[in-house]
C-alpha cells in the first residue's frame, strides 16, 4: 500500500472516530440530564476511574496504556461540552 | 433509559473508539516507516491541518468543532508512539 492509500484509510477511521465521539458525547450529554434530575453529583471520580480501566483493558496496542489513558482523559472532558454550549456544535 | 443503561452504551462506544485509535496507529506507524524508507520528513503540517479540517467538517456536533479539533490534536500526537517504542505495547 502506498503513502496514499494509507492516509485515505486513516481519514475513513477519522470520519468513523468523529461519529463515534459525537455519540459518546450524546450518551453524556444523557446522563448528565438524569444526574441533574436526581440531584446526583455530575463529577463521579470513580467512574471516571473505571471509563479509564475499562479502555486500557480494551487496549491492544501498538497504542501503549499510557496513550490510551491520556486520549480518553481528553474523551472524557470534552464529552459533556466543556466549550459550556451543553448540546449545540459551536 | 436509566443512568446505566447510557453507561453501558459508553462503554460499548469506548470499546470501538480503542479499536479504531489502535487502528488509526497501525497505519500511521506504516506511514512513518514509508517516509523514513522514501526520506520523506516525518512531520508534515499540511497533512495535519488536512486531518483536522476534515474531522471539523465531518462533525455533525453536538462536540464543538473546537472539542473535535482538541480531541483529533491529541489523536494525531499519540498515533505515531510519542512513548518512543514506535510500535509495541507499553
Known sequence: ????DW???IDEID???VELLNE????ALEIGRIKQAEHLPLYQPDREREVL???EKAN??????AAI???????IDEAMG???AGGGKK
Open 69 to 75: 489513558r491520556r486520549l480518553f482523559e481528553r474523551i
Open 7 to 9: 492516509r485515505r484509510r
Open 15 to 17: 470520519r468513523k472516530l
Open 53 to 55: 480501566e475499562n479502555a
Open 60 to 65: 491492544p496496542g501498538p497504542l501503549s496504556d
Open 24 to 27: 459518546r458525547s450524546r450518551c
Open 1 to 4: 500500500m502506498s503513502l496514499g
Open 82 to 84: 466543556s466549550d459550556g
